[in-house]
């Protein structure tokens, strides 16, 4: 498991976000976000804590929803 403490502010935002609702799309988190930053912004977060091994995807048609692993 990643070590927690390696998290930025923002990502430790956004896994709270994803702890707390379970499971979400980028839009989602924008929305739940204090003061957010662009969705494009929000996604490339999302990419890094991907990569980071902290979350995991699923694709729902159009969207991906992502959630804590």
Do not use: C
Not at 17 to 22: K, M, S
Not at 35 to 64: F, N, Q
């Amino acid at each position: 498991m990643p070590d927690p403490s390696e998290l930025s502010r923002r990502e430790r935002q956004i896994m709270d976000i994803l702890f707390t609702r379970g499971a979400a799309t980028v839009n989602q988190i924008a929305e739940a976000l204090p003061d957010p930053p662009t969705p494009m912004a929000v996604r490339r977060m999302m990419h890094i804590l991907e990569e980071k091994g902290h979350l995991r995807r699923r694709e729902s048609g159009r969207e991906v929803v992502y959630a804590p692993k």
